[in-house]
């Protein structure tokens, strides 16, 4: 009998109310796991009731007690650090280490939400006028809603929610219906850490849940996290409901190798930017860009490596890298493979027809590595999200800062080199919101903040580091007089303080 799951609601386990159920996988196996209730309307109502009802007391708790609360979730998320990767592991597919370090990203975020008094300090001007100061303060937004992808079922939700919640707000976190299990732990652990009730819940669901989380009228701020084309709607139908909306989207991330790189380097480097998680990240490289004489000995180096990457269920300690996440997934990557190899590309090496001893069922596929790819071909246009790597070779370096720009993805970019003139030239000039020098995954720490630029993002405020508290304050801005005594009469011309 598979496990059957529930939502977080006001502090308590709330079982489904209907028989709308969604399938979760272990996707080494192919066998279901877990079924996830998906909430009604009702549902997603009491959570978003359950965070109104807090948020009164919550946003008065001085910032220095919710910091506490955050001290002591930062302190159970490292004693539980195991438990938590193994269970997006479990369900992800990815191996272990990989799912430790992603959660340990996700829990700095919960460091940085430790500092909150200091982040909500406002600004004071002294005698803006004669005995008038001017002073500006940081107050929560209210209700927030967080919506999360699969591939980080622990670092994304942690992103949003702990900074959230520190800044004062309460939450309504909406978790990818691939692996729930991890939010749901997590907020578990949230309550241990003397999280009241309601402050954060957590929804199970789909559209349906997502659609009446956009329209509720109660809920005043949505951060997104997931594909393209859900982001872009997202945002549009949150902002037209009159909430502050961040919506971040797919990628297409490329890496330039310059002819002068250190080849070790950036095949190491590529190894496992491409391959690392099977390829699930919004910031895994999907594009070398082979500048001049830098195609030949970099497929040279690259292809013996992909050909012996480690496969194997997270449960191999040895596994560079898992499953991908579902059936679908892999019959849609398989797709775009075999597309590759219709269009003229060269396919180096074939991972298709990769299966595992004892594994048959699990939703594997080996390492895929493409040569002389065009940008007109499906696999340079599409998000492939899978072990495939598409080398583009250019003639020189402004073909390839032109490639990046022209691309209509800008979350992370890297550039691999020797020449600090060409390195400082690609920062300053690529549209690109995260670039890396040297560094393939250029994913910013917990007090920088992270987004993308042109179809990657959808909003203006990044998540996380300052970008983060500006998204879930708003300024209030006071001008105050104290009487003196002194009458000024009224005036009927806009105020200019003397
Ligand atoms: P997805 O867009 O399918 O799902 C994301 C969330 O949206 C889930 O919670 C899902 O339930 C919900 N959703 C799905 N379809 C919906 C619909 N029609 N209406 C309303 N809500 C809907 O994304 P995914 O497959 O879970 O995650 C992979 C994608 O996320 C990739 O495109 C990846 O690049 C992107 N991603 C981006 C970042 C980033 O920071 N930019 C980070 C991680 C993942």
Sequence with gaps: MANMLHHWINGQ????????????????TGEVASQVPFASTKQVGDAIASAQAALPAWSATPPIQRARVMFRFKALLEENIDEIATLVSSEHGKILD???????????????ACGIPHLLKGEFTEQVGTNVDSYSIRQPVGVCVGITPFNFPAMIPLWMFPLAVACGNTFVLKPSEKDPSCPLRLAELFKEAGGPDGVLNVINGDKLAVDALLTDPRVDAVSFVGST???????????????????????????????????????DALMGAAYGSAGERCMAVSVAVAVGESALPLIKKLTPRVQSLKIGPYTDPDAEMGPVVSAQALERIKGLVDSGVSQGAELVVDGRETTLQGYEEGFFLGGCLFDKVTPEMDIYREEIFGPVLSVVRVPDYESALQLVCDNPYGNGAAIFTRDGDAARDFTKRSNIGMVGVNVPIPVPV????????????????????????????????????????IRQGADFSIPTLK
């Design 446 to 485: 917990a007090y920088h903040s992270f987004g993308g630029w042109k179809r990657s993002m959808f909003g203006s405020s990044n998540t996380h580091g300052m970008d983060g508290v500006r998204f879930y304050t708003r300024i209030k801005t006071v001008t105050a007089r104290w009487p003196s005594g």
């Design 13 to 28: 386990k709330v079982k489904a109310a209907n028989g709308n159920l969604g399938q979760i996988f272990n996707p080494a």
């Design 98 to 112: 990989d799912a430790r370090g992603s959660t340990t990203r996700g829990l700095e975020v919960v460091e940085f």
């Design 229 to 267: 084309p859900i982001a872009e709607y997202v945002y549009a139908t949150a902002a037209a409901n009159g909430k502050r909306v961040q919506a971040l989207g797919g990628a297409k991330n490329h890496m330039v190798v310059m002819p002068d790189a250190d080849f070790d380097q950036a095949t």
